[in-house]
């Protein structure tokens, strides 16, 4: 017998989900079909919650309940720097971090050829006339340091630096907590050419 | 800053369900947030369609849409011999290998004792009531191969032989496809003690 039609039509949505393959998504759909159903209700009104009071920040497009975002209407940040990240889950990265007290602006993702996704994909429009609109004195870059976040990264700065604006990327070494016997190549040489005197 | 507090709902519940940890709740939370809302009432349709119309098989406990569920009531299908695992997934994946013509019970879990998981826990004793009211020569246990399934299988066979029944287990040895090279010590023990005059 095949799977219950309804059961099959959870799945096929289920394993469209990022990270999702087919067996996963079989497995979380028999487990959802047996979570009390006060368990699931609470999972659909919190994603129903969530999209309806979730906007973008019109200033960094932060998601955030309100607009601007709590980052952007905090008058104790420097306003004159800007911290360039992929998503807003990668401001919160940055957040966290706590050093960094400028604002941000997401990206919305990174350029990626390979995918089509070009510079009119991600909102690097509207990062520019930010840029030209508020007094900002530099830029940090800090897309992923993979493949698409650098050639982003890359492009970014060939774009920003002629506008008289300092653009800084994070630096790159070893993680902290790393084993350096399970560093890449790229990373050593990276953390070697960025060594710091103790 | 933290994590919008819809978000952090979202996350909380996502990362409760099996094989998903923080990160990858994180990040399925923001995915669905970006997700259409078509696709959004999809997936809380398909959930909602599948709990109000999927019930257990009275008969096997396999989650089907009607009652008797379609292996039951199929009357194709020798009905003395009853094919026993833990799962509605595993019944499918056994029927899919299409050699087995007889009936199934769906257990609903295995014996684990570290998990305070008893015979009371799990459908024995409405498999037994049904070995003693219909009439079957054989049993075959279909549990898992890990220790779980195993202690089930044994706990099983020890009260449904002295029933008079016939007990199986599903043969041991290599997946096929499989590489010797990756294979457990035990499974290719299992291998050779069940190999085949060719």
Do not use: W
Not at 50 to 75: H, M, W
Not at 110 to 117: G, T
Not at 165 to 173: E, M, P, Q, S
Request: hydrophobic residues 35%; neutral net charge.
């Amino acid at each position: 017998m095949n799977r219950p039609q309804p059961i099959e039509k959870m799945v096929e949505i289920i394993k469209k989900l990022p990270g999702i393959g087919p067996k996963m998504a079989e497995r979380l759909s028999y487990h959802i079909l047996k979570m009390p159903s006060g368990e699931i209700e609470k999972l659909i009104d919190a994603i129903q919650k969530a999209r309806q009071t979730l906007r973008y920040c019109s200033s960094c497009f932060n998601l955030s309940e309100s607009d601007p975002c709590p980052v952007c209407s905090d008058s104790q940040r420097e306003r004159g720097i800007i911290c360039v990240v992929e998503t807003p889950q990668d401001l919160i990265a940055v957040s966290k971090a706590k050093d960094y007290k400028g604002l941000y602006f997401v990206l919305g993702g990174a350029l990626s050829p390979l995918d089509a996704v070009g510079p009119q994909d991600i909102r690097i429009d509207k990062l520019l006339k930010r840029l030209k609109s508020d007094n900002i004195s530099e830029v940090i870059l800090a897309t992923d340091t993979d493949s698409k976040g650098e050639t982003t990264a890359l492009y970014l700065a060939e774009i920003i630096k002629p506008m008289g604006i300092t653009v800084t990327r994070l630096g790159y070494g070893l993680p902290v907590g790393g084993d350096i016997e399970y560093a890449d190549e790229l990373t050593i040489s990276r953390a070697i050419s960025g060594r710091k005197e103790m």
